[in-house]
């Protein structure tokens, strides 16, 4: 656990401009994600794991499934009395519209929030990620380096173009944060920032402070970019397994690599459990005829059709004689009997009647939205 | 400075325990003997079921689905497992300001210390207890039975029919009705006999193990009970016959769903595999009826390349890389390439190595079947069928590689590899 106490700050919605359909009705945090989780598990069940016991998620808009989904932070075992889980929405007042512009907006928002915090370490942090981070470490390398703000950054081939919220800087051979560049090239390998920061709770509320007062609202043109040269900036490279979910693209092949042995090991070790609410639904039940091959499938299913390559969430039904492949069928979808789907995102209650064929392709899968029939 | 003045009823008032109309007291101190090693660390009640549930789990969501927020679960065999998965009683929404879910053991008490004697003793030594919320109605259940039942519907018969007790039956086959406690009633249900496993029944009303009492007769009827030397202190022995002598109101309250009683190793086979026929009664995907379960924070199960799956259910954080047929797979379990598991129920954590062939067998919690070993067989291969049965493999069992155990074993210590089990 860590010694020092710390802190975590959310951000869910981050990122929602980037999710399509998926964000249309939820916040990035909401996104679900592996049969049963939704995004913002990740991070939190990586801050709780590593002995954080006090998190508070902004919310901007679209916040009805993050509240429903984190309740009380039970689940997180974060229902505390002291800390806990505290959900932020927009709070407007007199020099304040409620809805933020960018990050450091967002913090100044909550900046009572972070000043009445007991904590000595405040962790910021998106819901992007696919990942089981282990703060312990970071926390660890921050002090040691004596560092203002640590960043968490990967190695990383940035494979397309349009990537306007991607940060990459130098990292010196001591680790200190050079140049920063927003919306880089594509290129070779770049360390490219995960939106993960630490610092002291009081620097961050002296930041919060001095932003508003000058107008500033960006976390990254305004601190990483200016003030590189004036703080002490440092890079910690995240070696983990850790996938970024910055397009529904990106949202399909992270899904896709849950099926992979060695990916499932890195983001659900035994010791390290990510966290999620419990729905109490029924094991999935397999009927006669069922053929089931490579594919992840959630409690409360039914599943009586054919699924190869696909992720099934909890509660989805699949009927008789239906063949899914390389498709993600989201909770309490129905998938009719004879219906074919290749390459489709259904999303949440989705219905897909009788003998009805849909097909994607791997590079642009078919989505489905929520609760539409078909 | 503690003042000795403050009495009871002012502690009473300031912490404004209310009156209940009605509670429940749960019986789950049994040792469940004829479950063999199944409950050798565990209590009855707290035997993994269908997959994510353990047994209590079917009283406790029928108290609060019936909409009963107070319960006291009497526990004295082997507690540990059931404490910690009671808990606060949070997975069945009993973690209450006002009322919720209690453990309770025997206790100390200033004139001396006892067990629970019997069924009935269990609730008297807990009436002070009952006491505290004052409750009109007491219903009393065991821990040893699968079901969905409304246990309102009951309670209103209770009180319609103006009874004292209120004893639930189910109609069972005439044949089998000497196994059980059979109620005899007139047309209006008014119960005249009860004859505790009868050689020649005169009926087939079978009693559930699910009392309703008017809670002021209860309380008589215990401390008489208490106070008779030699009695064994059971409901069905004592109390019940004792109530009808004395001519109290009885009611028989008959239900006609699903009812399983899981205390034999076949019984719990059964009713595993009735979860798996569609012409069973018993849905658990009635989303106004919910089974809670504490759940174990595990990733969904994955099916590999190689796997077959059918007629079966499996549960979340399970591996399956080969073949699954008519069989329930708890959370946790990994089948590896090429083993086989049929008409099998696989408890939580438990390994089935390559290779292995489990037929007909309950691998209990955590056990570890080695590779190509052999575990049970189908009754359709055996020459001579009285041999053969139900094969459990107990808690924390590891067996070797290429092990073959024989049908109707029972597995509690760890086996070598290349060794025959013919037990």
Not at chain 1, 314 to 326: E, F, L, M, S
Not at chain 2, 155 to 180: G, N, S, W, Y
Request: charged share 25%; proline share 5%.
């Amino acid at each position: 656990m860590i010694k020092r106490t710390t802190m975590g700050i959310v951000f869910s919605n981050m990122h929602d401009n980037h999710l399509g359909s998926l964000t249309r009705d939820r916040t990035t945090g909401s996104v679900p994600f592996g049969g049963r989780y939704r995004l913002v598990d990740f991070i939190l069940s990586s801050m709780v794991n590593s002995g954080v016991r006090e998190v508070g998620v902004i919310a901007k808009s679209n916040y009805q499934t993050l509240m429903e989904h984190l309740g009380s932070g039970r689940e997180w075992d974060l229902a505390r009395k002291l800390g806990g889980l505290t959900v932020l929405p927009p709070y407007s007042s007199g020099d304040n519209q409620g809805i933020y512009a960018g990050r450091l907006d967002a913090l100044a928002g909550v900046s009572g929030y972070i000043r009445n915090g007991k904590a000595e370490y405040v962790i910021l942090a998106d819901c992007d990620l696919i990942a089981n981070l282990d703060f312990q470490e970071m926390i660890a390398f921050h002090e040691e380096k004596g560092a203002d703000i640590t960043l968490a950054y990967r190695r990383e081939k940035i494979l397309r173009e349009g990537n306007e919220n991607i940060v990459v800087f130098d990292v010196n051979d001591d680790g200190r944060v050079g140049q920063v560049w927003l919306s880089p090239q594509p290129e070779e390998e770049q360390n490219t920032y995960l939106n993960m920061a630490v610092m002291k709770r009081e620097l961050l509320g002296k930041i919060v402070e001095e932003a508003r007062s000058r107008n500033k609202r960006s976390f990254t043109k305004d601190i990483l970019v200016e003030q590189s040269d004036s703080m002490l900036i440092y890079a910690y490279e995240v070696k983990d397994c850790v996938m970024r979910i910055n397009g529904l693209q990106d949202y399909f092949d992270a899904s896709m690599a849950l099926l992979q042995p060695q990916v499932r090991q890195a983001l659900f070790p035994v010791e390290r459990p990510v966290l999620t609410r419990v729905r109490d639904q029924v094991p999935a039940k397999y009927g006669l005829g069922a053929v089931v091959k490579n594919s992840l499938v959630a409690d409360g299913c039914i599943i009586e059709g054919t699924v190869e390559n696909s992720i099934i969430f909890r509660g989805a039904k699949i009927g008789r004689g239906a063949v899914i492949r390389d498709s993600i069928i989201m909770a309490g979808a129905v998938i009719g009997d004879g219906a074919r789907l290749e390459y489709v995102v259904a999303d949440r209650d989705a219905t897909i009647r009788d003998t009805r064929t849909l097909v994607g392709y791997k590079t642009y899968p078919l989505f489905i939205e929520k609760k539409s029939v078909i | 400075m503690m003042n000795a003045g403050v009495s009871l009823p002012f502690v009473k008032e300031v912490f404004s325990l209310r009156k209940k109309e009605w509670i429940a007291m749960l019986l789950a101190g049994g040792q469940g003997s004829r479950l063999y090693s199944l409950t050798k660390n565990l209590a009855k009640p707290a035997v993994p079921f269908g997959g994510k549930y353990r047994i209590i789990d079917f009283p406790l969501s029928n108290c609060v689905n019936s909409g009963i927020d107070t319960v006291g679960v009497l526990t004295q065999y082997q507690p540990l497992v059931l404490n910690e998965y009671i808990g606060s009683g949070q997975p069945w929404d009993l973690d209450r300001q006002d009322g919720g879910v209690f453990v309770l053991p025997p206790y100390q008490k200033s004139s001396g210390s006892d067990w629970y004697t019997g069924t009935a003793n269990a609730i008297y030594q807990n009436v002070p207890f009952i006491e505290r919320y004052d409750p009109e109605y007491v219903l009393i259940l065991s821990g040893d039975h699968i079901y969905k039942m409304n246990y309102e519907k009951m309670l209103k018969f209770h009180k319609e029919k103006e009874a004292d007790c209120t004893i639930a039956v189910l109609q069972v086959p005439m044949e089998e009705a000497p196994r059980f406690g059979i109620m005899n009633t007139e047309e209006d249900g008014k119960v005249y006999e009860f004859e505790e496993k009868p050689a020649n029944p005169k009926s087939n009303l079978a009693s559930m193990g699910i009392y309703i009492f008017t809670w002021k007769k209860l309380r008589e009827y215990l401390e008489e009970d208490a106070a008779t030397p030699g009695s064994a202190n059971d409901f069905g022995k004592n109390i019940i016959p004792n109530m009808l002598a004395a001519g109290e109101r009885m009611y028989a309250y008959a239900f006609d769903g699903y009812w399983k009683d899981v205390g034999t190793i076949d019984s719990l086979w059964e009713a595993n595999m009735d979860l798996l026929d569609p012409k069973v009664p018993l849905s658990l995907y009635d989303p106004d009826w919910k089974i809670y379960a504490r759940n174990p924070a595990l990733p969904p199960h994955y099916i590999a390349p190689g796997a077959h799956v059918q007629n079966s259910m499996v549960t979340e954080g399970c591996v399956i890389e080969g073949t699954v047929d008519f069989s329930v797979v708890f959370a946790g379990v990994k089948i590896e390439e090429g083993a086989i598991v049929r008409d099998s129920i696989i408890m939580p954590g438990s390994v089935i190595k390559k290779g292995a062939v489990v037929d007909y067998a309950i691998v209990a919690e955590n056990a570890v079947i080695g590779e190509n070993t052999a575990i049970g067989a189908r009754p359709e291969g055996m020459e001579d069928i009285s041999g053969w049965g139900v094969t459990v493999i107990g808690n924390d069992v590891t067996i070797g590689a290429g092990v073959t155990i024989m049908p109707k074993a029972m597995v509690e210590t760890d086996i070598a590899a290349e060794e025959v089990l013919v037990k």
